[in-house]
């Protein structure tokens, strides 16, 4: 499994920018929950947002009502749309599926690059 995240970049405070991240998957593979971190400079790795493959979805109390986590199953690709983005939203954003092999029955997280989204104030 091989995620590639993109989209970041920089934008003003109360701005939006969307996030992608690609996954290619082997046959044997299926993926479950897909989720966006974000690590900001000399802080902890956070949980941002993640769906399962039904579309249920979680979100931190600090991007509740401002970014919106969806997924399209047949592109194999979940997006982070971010709005009303604050300077504390400054961060490099990771996303991590959790996909399981069919023949094993196992399951284990994958991560792709981070992409860097700074919002200036």
């Known amino acids: 499994v091989q995620l590639q995240a993109s989209g970041g970049g920089l934008v003003q405070a109360g701005g939006a920018l969307r996030l992608s991240c690609a996954a290619s998957?082997?046959?044997?593979?299926?993926?479950?929950?897909i989720s966006w971190y974000r690590q900001a400079p000399g802080k902890r790795l956070d949980l941002v947002a993640a769906i399962n493959r039904g579309g249920g979805t979680n979100y931190a109390d600090s991007v509740k009502g401002r970014f919106t986590i969806s997924r399209d199953n047949a592109k194999r690709t979940v997006y982070l749309e971010m709005n009303s983005l604050k300077p504390d939203d400054t961060a490099v954003y990771y996303c991590?599926?959790?996909?399981?092999?069919?023949?094993?029955?196992?399951?284990?997280?994958?991560w792709g690059q981070g992409t860097l989204v700074t919002v200036s104030s």
């Open positions: 998957v082997r046959n044997d593979y299926e993926l479950d929950v």
């Open positions: 991590k599926a959790d996909a399981k092999q069919r023949s094993s029955g196992n399951t284990r997280a994958y």
